[in-house]
Each structure stands twice: as structure tokens, then as C-alpha cells.
């Protein structure tokens, strides 16, 4: 059966998440449920802990980790428990610059910690800070290859630097259907890339996108490889399976 994967989904955030987790287990989309803030993290993984295909990360997301500075002790306390991590990672876009100074130094905590645990796939925010995130990680030794850019919005060079430190690259629905989304993405080696919807924050028509409109994204990175659906889906799934790998736990 083909297996798909969305890699950044904010399933907390749906009105109706306990329907759209079942959804993802019927019809077997295995998601990552990225949290935004430590607190959310143990009591979302409690409500959704019998669906199979869903693992909640635990994250701080960069626009709220300044003004969340005490969420990192409860952060690091939880992240023994955590394979998945996200959503962390660094926002340099208008409305965050002021705050980056202090997004670096929660960052740079979380990275060395995840490196020192091992084993965890972490879910990447970069928008307006590609440069400082992948140095970041550059400078972290022992994260692995268990870490995956979302939406990212860099320069060519920033991507190829990231495929070097073994990073892979989450694709969502946006950049299939942007000119400078296709053209990053056909830059991308083909064996870097996974699935993400990045819903609610997504919509497809009028709709927040769901988990299972990975498909669609998958039958438009097919289109870009001209590649049949099912070839893309093999390739993808493939990715998938060698990030998990890449990570294993201690
Ligand atoms: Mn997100």
C-alpha cells in the first residue's frame, strides 16, 4: 500500500482535531504534529495517543519563543520523552527580527541538547533566517541526519550547503504552486525531499489543508521529476523512511 507522510502539520490547531486525526489514521497518513509551545506538547500526545500514524513533536516555535523564554525549562525537561521535535528554529521576517537575538540563544540550546540525546527528527522553521539556521546547524555536531527544513525560502546555495550537513527539505502545497517553490524544489536533489501540508496555516481552496492532501503535493513533485504519481509516492516514501533511519535512537 502506498504510504505518505505529512511531515509539519499543526493538528492541535484544527476546531475539529480529534476527526482530522482520524481521518489520518483511515486513510494511514502518518503525520507530525509540530507544537508551538512545550506546555501544548503532553497534553496533545495524550489526546491523540491511540492513532498509530500520528506523533506529536515537541516544539517552541521562533515567533513565540522570546516572549515563552520560561517554556525552555519545561522544553528540556520534556525532550528525553520526544523523538520528534518542532516546531523550533529561527524567524527573521518583519514582524520577529527584534526578537532574534533570543531566538538564537533558545535555539542553539534545543540543537545542542537534540545532538546530545540523539535519535530526534527535528522540523525546521527558517523564513528570513536561512543563513543563521544552517550555521547553526553546521556548528552542531552530532544532530545527524534527522533534521528537515519546512517551507524553505533560502538561496540555492543556502539549500545545497543544508544537503551537505544531510539535511532533507519539506515540500507543502504553496511551493508546488509558486515559481520560485518550483524552482527550489528542482534544484533540490530528488532523495532530500518529504511531504508536509503545514495546515491550518495552509489553505487549499477555501479549506485549511489537511494531512491528506500530501497526496496532491506528492502527484506535483511527480510532475516536476516527470515521474508518474505512484513513482513519486515510492520516491518520497522512500525519503521518509531513510529520515526515520537516520536518526536512531541511542
Ligand atoms: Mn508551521
Request: include cysteine; glycine fraction near 6%; proline fraction near 4%.
Amino acid at each position: 500500500m502506498a504510504m505518505f507522510a505529512d511531515t509539519h502539520c499543526h493538528l492541535d490547531l484544527y476546531p475539529d482535531m480529534l476527526a482530522v486525526a482520524h481521518q489520518c489514521e483511515t486513510r494511514a497518513i502518518r503525520t507530525i504534529a509540530v507544537t508551538n509551545l512545550p506546555s501544548t506538547w503532553e497534553k496533545f500526545s495524550k489526546r491523540v495517543a491511540e492513532y498509530q500514524c500520528i506523533r506529536v513533536a515537541l516544539g517552541i516555535h521562533p515567533q513565540l519563543a522570546a516572549e515563552n523564554s520560561r517554556e525552555l525549562n519545561l522544553f528540556l525537561r520534556l525532550l528525553p520523552k520526544a523523538r520528534y521535535v518542532g516546531e523550533i528554529g529561527l524567524d527573521g521576517s518583519r514582524e520577529a527580527v527584534k526578537s532574534l537575538p533570543q531566538q538564537k540563544k533558545i535555539f542553539e540550546v534545543i540543537l545542542r541538547s537534540c545532538a546530545e540525546q540523539q535519535g530526534k527528527i527535528l522540523t525546521i522553521h527558517s523564513r528570513g533566517a536561512a543563513k543563521d539556521v544552517i550555521e547553526m546547524i553546521e556548528l552542531c555536531h552530532g544532530l545527524g541526519n534527522g533534521v528537515v527544513l519546512h517551507w524553505f525560502t533560502g538561496s540555492a546555495k543556502q539549500m545545497f550547503r543544508a544537503v551537505e550537513l544531510g539535511c532533507y527539505f519539506s515540500i507543502n502545497s504553496q511551493m508546488v504552486a509558486s515559481q520560485s517553490g518550483i524552482k527550489m524544489i528542482s534544484q533540490i536533489p530528488a532523495n532530500r525531499i518529504v511531504t508536509e501540508t503545514d495546515g491550518p496555516f495552509i489553505s487549499i481552496g477555501r479549506e485549511p489543508a489537511k494531512p491528506w492532501h500530501v497526496v496532491d503535493i506528492v502527484t506535483g513533485l511527480g510532475k516536476l521529476w516527470q515521474i508518474n504519481s505512484q513513482q513519486a509516492n515510492e520516491r518520497v516514501a522512500e525519503n521518509f523512511k531513510r529520515l526515520l533511519e537516520s536518526a536512531p535512537t541511542k
